[in-house]
C-alpha cells in the first residue's frame, strides 16, 4: 500500500492499553485502536491518556490506527536559559 493512500486524522487517547497500544477518540467522534509509530518508539516519546495526536489510517480497516505525531500543549519550553561567556 502506497503512503499517499493513508488517512491522515487528528484525535485525543482516552485510555493506554497493554502492549502499547492506545484507545483514540477522533475528532469526528469514532473510536479506534492505535499503536506508536517506530520513529516515536525509537525516540521514547511518551504517549499518555489526555495527549492530542495525529494518526494515519488505512482505507481499508478504519478501526485501526498508527500514531505519527504527539501535539505538544501550551507550546515548547526549554526552562532557564544559561548564560554563555
Known amino acids: 500500500m502506497?503512503?499517499?493512500e493513508l488517512i491522515e486524522m487528528n484525535g485525543v487517547v482516552r485510555e493506554v492499553l497493554p502492549d502499547s497500544r492506545f484507545r483514540v477518540t477522533l475528532d469526528n467522534?469514532?473510536?479506534?485502536?492505535?499503536?506508536s509509530a517506530g520513529?516515536?518508539?525509537k525516540h521514547h516519546i511518551r504517549i499518555l491518556a489526555g495527549d492530542k495526536v495525529?494518526?494515519?489510517?488505512?482505507?481499508?480497516?478504519?478501526?485501526?490506527?498508527?500514531?505519527?505525531?504527539?501535539?505538544?500543549?501550551?507550546?515548547?519550553?526549554?526552562?532557564?536559559?544559561?548564560?554563555?561567556?
Open 2 to 4: 502506497a503512503k499517499e
Open 29 to 35: 467522534g469514532h473510536d479506534l485502536i492505535a499503536y
Open 54 to 85: 495525529s494518526l494515519e489510517l488505512s482505507p481499508y480497516d478504519l478501526s485501526k490506527g498508527r500514531i505519527t505525531f504527539r501535539h505538544i500543549e501550551g507550546g515548547w519550553s526549554a526552562g532557564p536559559q544559561r548564560r554563555r561567556y
Open 39 to 41: 520513529k516515536m518508539r
